[in-house]
């Protein structure tokens, strides 16, 4: 029996398997407005196979947003957009769907990579707006200055989360994920090389947090308790100066004790001078072990999880609960479905495309030669006579 394939509860919500749709930007917005593109994605990952498809980083207010491109949800019309795509997507399959929050500070305000840029800050002549940091300093010499916060500025950051998560819940998603990670405005108030400040939200480690776990806890008051919180969080930055392992593990306890009910470890991204190392399979995997072995949370592997015998590998040593899969969605999106096949396991197909499921189609051997036999364990009722469906398998 695969691991891979074992249903899981997570805050009251229950997934059909292990299997999450990692959040990825899409650069598509229009005013932070979901687009068409929104829904073909998300539409399409609903029919992955995974048990849990989270959505791209929505920014919680207009200067929060990375690029030009970002989905938001700070306003009526960015919660209807959003409502109306969940409420199409869960015609699709029974998947969990989820959404992280983000606010991107002092690497907001930037060129999409979309349009073929690197992701460079944005001039003046084409919309660059003022950006927000704990401290006065730009990404690199090139970015923006952003504007150290001040007392005013955090509190408003802290409730645009708060609304941001409630109009999530009334949009009618199941899972909602802070992001605290990859240098966005989070992750620069807990690292000291993005933290310069002498109050008290920089110094020390307690300090650093203060302001993250200040918006976790903000959020957690109105996020309902039957639906998922998760935080994505940094493990290292790779940075000589930089955030270490001891310190990510801290704040992965004092968000269990907010109620987080899972956390995603990951790595990097942070700032000019950090020394990644080279990516392999599983890369980022035993940083996931460490939530399993100092905390009670659900802990969620992430990092170059390609292919489903190393994600299998993950869930049934216990390396991790859940493993997020990311750009290998991209570039399969029936990667759940496929992977099922690989470890013999019986799996829905939406009644579209069952012509195309393991046992339905001959030529399923021939494009999935790994492919392990498929007993099926399931009826599933087929249009009348005449729609196609009474054809030869070919």
């Not at 292919?307 to 969605?329: N, Q, Y």
């Amino acid at each position: 029996m695969s691991a891979l394939f074992q249903p899981f509860e997570m805050g009251g919500v229950s997934l059909a398997n292990r299997i999450v749709v990692s959040p990825m930007c899409q650069y598509s917005a229009v005013e932070g407005l979901a687009q068409p593109w929104h829904l073909i994605h998300v539409g399409g990952l609903m029919l992955s196979g995974a048990g849990l498809v989270i959505m791209e980083a929505t920014a919680t207010e207009a200067a929060g947003r990375i690029t030009h491109g970002c989905l938001g949800l700070y306003t009526d019309e960015h919660e209807a957009a959003l409502s109306s795509l969940v409420s199409e997507a869960r015609k699709l399959s029974d998947a969990a769907i989820g959404i992280q929050l983000g606010h991107a500070g002092r690497r907001a305000s930037c060129r999409s990579i979309r349009d073929r840029n690197k992701g460079e800050s944005l001039p003046p002549e084409e919309g660059a707006w003022q950006t927000f940091g704990p401290s006065a300093f730009g990404y690199d010499e090139t970015w923006h200055t952003p504007k150290a916060m001040d007392a005013d500025d955090i509190a408003r950051v802290t409730q645009s989360f708060v609304d941001a998560a409630v109009r999530a819940g009334r949009a009618g998603f199941d899972v909602l994920e802070i992001h605290a990670a990859h240098g966005y405005l989070l992750h620069q108030f807990l690292s000291p090389v993005t933290n310069h400040r002498t109050d008290a939200y920089g110094g020390s480690m307690e300090n650093r947090m203060r302001f993250p776990l200040e918006v976790v806890r903000a959020v957690r008051a109105v996020w309902p308790k039957q639906k998922a919180l998760g935080v994505r969080v940094n493990s290292t930055d790779w940075h000589p100066d930089g955030q270490s392992i001891d310190e990510a593990v801290a704040f992965a306890r004092q968000l269990e004790a907010l109620g987080v009910d899972y956390v995603v470890m990951s790595a990097g991204n942070l700032a000019p001078g950090s020394k990644i190392p080279a990516a392999t399979p599983g890369h980022q995997v035993d940083f996931a072990t460490l939530i399993k072995k100092h905390t009670r949370l659900v802990s969620m592997a992430v990092g170059l999880i390609a292919t489903p015998e190393l994600a299998e590998e993950i869930v049934s040593e216990e390396k991790a609960d859940l493993v997020a899969i990311g750009r290998a969605m991209l570039d399969n999106p029936r990667w759940g479905l496929h992977a099922a096949a690989r470890l013999g396991v019986d799996v829905d197909y939406a009644p579209q495309y069952l012509r195309a499921r393991p046992n339905n189609w001959l030529g399923f051997p021939l494009v999935h030669p790994d492919a392990q036999p498929v007993k099926a364990t399931r009826q599933v009722d087929r249009p009348a006579s005449g729609a196609g469906w009474d054809r030869p398998a070919t």
